[in-house]
């Protein structure tokens, strides 16, 4: 197994250029908890803009520096600790720094997909360069994501994110087909997020643990708390898209049903009403009317039927599966940090 190459020193060339910006700080209980992680995590953003190099390239620095929470390259340094950390650590740096290419690529995607204008409030890329330029920037970041993996040599690592790539898109179809389907279930709503989002994050933490040499059964346990977490992030943001402070998300709320997607708190609230109070909520959703006053009307309806709070019950249910996964014991190193992590992800505003 061959060791990764750490980070090339920059040439005298390259230290004449403007530097990238750095990204911006996450909120202070973020940046506390990640505090034990943020020497690797700078090592990570100077991978990333290493990566960025390229004036291809250099058009998505922004959305590596616009201020997202780099949870994924964050968990796969924590993952790492409960393995041979100091002996892995240039290999755990590409790996997370594969990871945060890999998933700006699907952002890039989702965006051009939802047609979204904002994101962490910047313009999207497809908004800023064009929609060619867009899908073939998130081909480009996918490309140079696995010519990273590929430096690792370890043909395990490529299969595995082969498959959440495959998995991603995926989602991404299904919750494309599911649209404007008031009888979206439970099931199939978890089935889109468990693909479309829990399945880098559960990675991360899964192949972080393996190419740090951790056992196969803390690895395991650890790719469950990515997995359980995951799902529990993403009903948390579709919580926050329908009661969260617009400054906050970063984004316009009501986003996802104003295009037709059902999030879990509208699944609960269609749950709850009467065959003909749900035809008559959700005619212009059927219809693909989605005005604001409509919007705005079905978010009353499900904060006031307590759709949202059951959602956010459901997210915390998620949370006691994950921070049981890595309960105390077997291997897991700073135990405490994913306790802390687990806790920020559904009491967070953003």
Known sequence: MKTAVAPRRRTARQAARPAPPRPSPTDDRLAQILAPLQEDLDAVTDRLLECLQNPVARMATYLITAGGKRLRPALVLLAGRSGEYRKRRAALIDLATAVELIHTATLIHDDIIDESLLRRRQPTFHARFGTERAVLMGDYLYATAFSILAGLQEPALM??????????????FLEVDSRYNVELTEAQYLRIVEDKTASLIAACCRLGAQVAGAKPETAERIGQFGLRFGIAFQIMDDCLDLVGEEQAVGKPLLSDLEKGSLSLPMIYLARSLTAPERDRLFAPLRAKR?????????????????????????????????????????????????????????????
Do not use: N
């Open 290 to 350: 989605m005005t604001r006053g409509f919007l705005a009307r079905v978010a009353a309806a499900a904060r006031r039927s307590g759709a949202v709070t059951q959602a956010m019950q459901a997210a915390e249910s998620q949370i006691q599966l994950a921070t049981e996964a890595v309960a105390a014991g077997d291997g897991i190193m700073l135990p405490t940090t994913y306790l802390q992590l687990a806790r920020y992800t559904i009491e967070r505003k953003r």
């Open 159 to 172: 299969g595995t994110m082969a498959e959440v790539c495959q998995q991603l898109s995926r989602g991404e």
